[in-house]
């Protein structure tokens, strides 16, 4: 019987087991991503021994640098811990620092093939790169430390083909929402992104579809092995790595296809995204304070650059606070030398470092009690952002500066004309 991705790259992590939905399977991770939060009192616990030090990342992310006492005592510990075992990767304040999966994608450190975990939920978002990513919770983070260990339950899988070209203001992030309100939740699934369209995806499109899997819950979410991919991860990482493809054959509980060029800009209601999406023309005119830009999801170059040019030479809408946080250093500085950075300064946005920031809750771009924000982050639950009584509206980057433009919830096509990945 024919094989998945998923079930190929956990197979082969555990022995050469040939691996069925159902299965319990104890792997071999090939890297480990600890981040700030996992050195707080509430989840760390003493680590006396690192499995493989060479097999493990340090990103301080998601509270950066540290706003509070609470999180300069995790950092602190953090560093002790880098110190003591001799961890080589480790991205601290001003040394190429980010958001973990963005820092992961900057510097390729998913490898085809292999097998990735960290704290954090988003962790799907290396299945861009054909590795299959996923999120695991604070003790499970101690075992694969130590033990160089972690298991699944193999999922079923979804194979989406993806077909066509996107049109002119429309970007994988109208894709996932599209998939949220049409197919709902994938829980305990994995999902599997292939077909004709992948050569006209950029990376950051497709780390976009992945990333925003979590949302779906999904188990792992990954993109069949082209060029495209490997390319970026050649010309950022030497290391010796074997892509992984579906078997012609392999069994799946669906394929479905979506034609991106049926896709239009939709938006996601507050509280929810699953089952709760309509086109952006359906919440148009809704008034906002607040339009925030960033996120492991959208905190990328293209990102940046679709928002400048949608407010190139326009103001941000009077009483409308329009915030963009990079996704990396890497990404910030590329942005600032291609102007993005000026031109979205002068248009009355703020630019923060590069930090999970207001996607997190945590700072920079809380939202106060009755304010509605849009947000091209990755979540709209009721106190996600801030306060409970705030309104948060997800949609694509180009909705959201479009909106801070007008000052209420507006389409993106008066404002782009061409395409946009």
């Known amino acids: 019987m024919g094989k998945t991705i998923v079930e190929k790259i956990l197979g082969r992590a555990a022995g050469g087991r040939d691996l069925s939905p159902g299965d319990i399977a104890v792997v071999d991770i090939d890297l480990t991503v600890l981040i700030d939060t996992d050195f ?36 602190v510990r953090g560093r002790e811990f880098v110190r003591r075992f001799g961890i080589e990767r480790f991205h601290d304040v001003g040394r190429n620092q980010g958001i973990s999966h963005v820092v992961v994608a900057d510097n390729a450190y998913a490898l085809p093939g292999t097998i990735m975990v960290c704290e954090d939920s988003h962790t799907c978002s290396a299945g861009a790169f054909n590795c299959a990513g996923r999120g695991i919770g604070g003790p499970d983070m101690i075992y694969a430390v130590t033990t160089g260990k972690t298991w699944f339950c193999v999922g079923e899988t979804i194979r989406y083909e993806l077909r066509g070209r996107l049109g002119a203001a429309v970007s994988t992030k109208d894709v996932f929402l599209h998939m949220a309100g049409h197919f709902g939740d994938h829980t305990n699934q994995n999902l599997e992104f292939g077909g004709d369209a992948l050569p006209h995806l950029s990376m950051d499109a497709r780390r976009t579809l992945t990333t925003m899997g979590a949302e779906l819950s999904c188990e792992f979410a990954i993109f069949d092995a082209d060029d495209v991919l490997l390319d970026h991860v050649r010309q950022r990482n030497p290391a010796a790595f ?29 509280d929810a995204m699953v089952n709760n999406t309509v086109p952006v023309l359906a919440g148009a005119g809704e008034r906002i304070d607040q339009g925030f830009i ?23 809408a009077a009483g409308v606070r ?8 890497r990404i910030y500085r590329q942005a600032v030398r291609a102007g993005y950075v000026l031109a979205l300064m002068e248009a009355g946005a703020i630019i923060t470092n590069a930090t999970c920031g207001a996607c997190a809750g ?43 433009v007008a000052g209420v919830i507006t389409h993106p096509g008066e404002f782009l004309s061409e395409a946009v990945e």
């Open 40 to 75: 707080f009192p509430s989840n760390w616990r003493n680590v006396h021994r690192v499995a493989n030090p060479a097999k493990v990342v340090v990103v301080f992310d998601h509270r950066m640098p540290a706003p509070d006492r609470e999180t300069a005592e995790a950092h």
């Open 242 to 270: 074997e892509p992984v493809l579906p078997d012609a054959d392999a069994t799946y509980r669906e394929r479905r296809v979506i034609d991106l060029d049926r896709i239009e800009p939709l938006l996601a209601l507050p």
């Open 294 to 316: 960033g996120s492991c999801a959208n905190g990328t170059l293209e990102d940046i650059a679709v928002a400048a040019k949608v407010v190139a030479g326009r103001r941000v």
């Open 322 to 329: 329009l915030i963009v946080t990079p996704g990396s250093e």
């Open 362 to 404: 945590g700072h920079l771009g809380v939202l106060g009690p009755g304010e509605t924000c849009i947000t091209s982050s990755t979540r709209n639950y009721k106190g996600r952002m801030g306060a409970d009584s705030a309104r948060i509206f997800l949609a694509s980057t180009a909705t959201v500066a479009a909106s801070a």
